[in-house]
């Protein structure tokens, strides 16, 4: 989210289009987090890794909780195309908001210290992507537990791409009925179900999954795979719709411990 603010003209440039979509106006009712920035940062092996944790847990995070009470995840990747890999996640209730909270970050003294500090020397990292997600209608709130796990949770984050808008709206109809339920009698309940406003592989139902550890997700997953309903869902949705998913990419995170939804 900070990144976003050093070179606006990128984002700035489709802001007419999003203007024109309703997406810098404020949260919908009811509901508090409308988006999520997600960053992801490639890294060498090295110091990189250590340094980058310790800006997130003792500079970004400090200052995060005094502009921002919205969700705040850090992971890191355990198997993903590239590793190391360290990811944020930023809930916000609107787009302009992201300008304001960035502005507020390098307002703030200590953050402006600890981000120059980040970036004196050796370079922080290898590379870096920004996606901006929009929560879908059937998304939840992400509520930090009031006693967060003694082991960091393994998260799964899955992106479903379709070839045409047509083929995600059979996608998200899909979700949004008969799929969500048979996930949670699987062990399967997503932290957010989102979509794609600027990032690769559009249209796409992107979706992230907490488990308390590896065994859980593959018992998890066994079950939805075996469910006699899934089985006779998907077929249906394959008969009238087709294949409605083109890509499916997914990678494995472990929580950090300073996450504070770990």
Do not use: C
Not at 29 to 49: C, I
Not at 110 to 119: K, L, P, R, T, V
Not at 201 to 230: C, H, Q, V
Request: hydrophobic content about 40%; aromatic content about 10%.
């Amino acid at each position: 989210m900070w990144r976003m603010i050093l070179d606006r003209r990128g984002f700035l440039s489709a802001m007419p289009a999003l203007l024109a979509s309703g997406a810098v106006s404020g949260a919908e009712a009811g509901r508090k987090t409308r988006f999520y920035v997600l960053e992801q940062f490639q890294l060498e092996q090295g110091p990189q890794t250590s340094r980058i944790h310790d800006f997130f847990a003792k500079g970004l995070l400090p200052a995060l909780d005094r502009v921002h009470p919205g969700a705040k995840i850090f992971l890191e990747a355990v198997a993903a195309p590239h590793l190391p890999t360290v990811t944020s996640i930023i809930g916000v209730e609107s787009v302009s908001q992201i300008w304001e909270i960035s502005r507020q970050l390098f307002a703030d003294k200590e953050f402006s210290h600890a981000f120059d500090e980040w970036e004196s020397g050796a370079e922080p990292y290898a590379t870096s992507s920004a996606t901006l997600l929009e929560a879908t209608a059937y998304s939840p709130e992400i509520v930090p537990p009031e006693k967060p796990p003694e082991t960091p949770r393994i998260f799964e984050l899955r992106t479903y791409h379709s070839p045409t808008v047509r083929q995600h709206k059979a996608l998200d109809a899909r979700f949004s009925d008969a799929e969500i339920k048979i996930f949670h009698r699987s062990g399967v309940h997503p932290a957010f179900y989102t979509s794609t406003v600027f990032g690769a592989n559009r249209p796409n139902l992107t979706y992230l999954i907490p488990f308390d550890n590896l065994a859980a997700r593959e018992k998890a997953w066994s079950a939805f795979g075996a469910d006699e309903e899934w089985v006779r869902v998907r077929k249906a949705s394959v008969e009238r719709d087709g294949q409605i998913t083109a890509v499916i990419d997914l990678s494995l995170h472990r929580a950090t411990a300073y996450s504070p939804v770990r």
